[in-house]
């Protein structure tokens, strides 16, 4: 079993829509036993929020569940032991990351538009309030990630 970790700043934008764009690809690829998906925050600012009601949106138009429950939670350095990948949305998060975890051996940790063969980051809406540009960078990322 895969189990990936995406991160953003806060947990409540890019980082819930990039969980549950990939849990749905998953799913309909018939491989939901082969990946475990969370993700989580580089910032405890929003912790315990819910999902960013635009974002949510976005995730309705596009027909993707997500879990109502969902809340943000801050990365801890034992998610570096629970997971495979740990995949950064944008330059800030990989050098916040590397303050809670300061050492990659296995070169775990990336950034998610890598996967696309782009070093950019990805869209943040919270400062674009453009939902729909996000939702494609990480669509496109995550049908790359399942496609190697």
């Known amino acids: 079993m895969t189990r990936i970790l995406f991160v953003c700043h806060g947990n409540i934008c890019r980082s819930p829509m990039a969980e549950f764009i990939l849990k749905a690809l998953v799913k309909s690829r018939g491989l939901q036993d082969s990946f475990y998906i969370e993700s989580a925050a580089v910032s ?3 912790y315990g929020n819910p999902i960013y009601p635009p974002a949510k949106r976005c995730l309705n138009q596009h027909g993707v569940w997500f879990d109502p429950a969902k809340r943000a939670r801050t990365v801890v350095p034992e998610d570096y032991d629970r997971f495979d990948r740990i995949i950064c949305m944008d330059s800030s998060n990989l050098r916040w990351i590397r303050h809670i975890i300061p050492s990659d051996p296995q070169q775990k940790i ?25 939702f494609q960078d990480v669509l496109t990322a995550c049908e790359a990630m399942l496609d190697i």
């Open 44 to 46: 405890d600012e929003e």
């Open 110 to 134: 990336h950034l998610m538009m890598s996967y696309t063969g782009s070093g950019r980051d990805v869209a943040d809406p919270w400062y674009t309030g453009d939902f729909e540009r996000t």
